[in-house]
């Protein structure tokens, strides 16, 4: 009778050896992603609601330094209590690109889309066709009241630029070229006129 526990025994032995050889490919789980915090360390609580719009991330609707911001408390409906907010640390927090005035009586601050001027509703930048040195420009409201228009006599807009950012639309957007379009006019022989603005500037 011929012995095989000598091969048994060599092939278990061999067996193990492999095993323990094997590399150990276990995808270590990835690290959860920090929570949204403000600049001095509050947790951002969301969702949160502010002048009856609701947030489910930083947003800069009624920012006046052009900064993105959060609610660290709310009361028991989930509405922000004032005072009890801060600018968002965008290392930890996912902010929007927004656009922002480079001149103008508020320059840095971020735009409020839509806004409505001079019973006129704006997605974009707006030509400036009231006469002066800023005439051509294009200007957003950088502040506007709950229903969208803009809070006039405060200095509460700024210059954009002109389409050095996507974001603004300066004359590159549907509605810009819109706007623009309805503001110009061509006749035969005659150079492109814009006219006289309706109405008075912002201020």
């Known amino acids: 009778m011929v012995d095989y526990s000598g091969i048994v025994c060599a092939l278990l032995v061999s067996a193990v050896c492999v ?15 920090p929570e949204c915090e403000t600049i001095k360390g509050q947790r ?3 969702p949160f609601t502010y002048k009856g719009k609701t947030y489910n991330s930083c947003t800069n609707d009624g920012t006046v330094n052009g900064k993105a911001w959060c609610a660290y408390e709310t009361s028991r409906d989930g509405t922000a209590i004032p005072g009890k907010w801060e600018d968002c640390d965008t ?5 929007p690109e927004v656009c922002k005035t480079e001149s103008g009586p508020d320059s840095g601050n971020s735009c409020k889309f839509p806004f409505r001027f001079n019973g006129q509703t704006y997605n974009s930048c707006a ?3 009231w006469s002066g040195d800023n005439y051509g420009k294009y200007w957003c409201s950088t502040k506007t009241d709950r229903y969208g228009n803009h809070v006039n006599g405060q200095g509460n807009y700024g210059f954009c630029g002109f389409c050095d950012n996507p974001v603004c639309g300066c004359g590159c957007g549907i509605d810009a070229r819109k706007n623009f379009a309805q503001s110009a006019s061509v006749g035969a022989g005659d150079s492109i006129s814009f006219g006289a603005a309706s109405g008075n500037s912002p201020a």
């Open 19 to 33: 095993h323990s050889q094997r590399p150990n490919y276990e995808i270590a789980a990835a690290a959860p992603r």
């Open 44 to 46: 951002c609580v969301f």
């Open 91 to 95: 290392s930890v927090c996912l902010v």
């Open 127 to 129: 030509r400036w066709n």
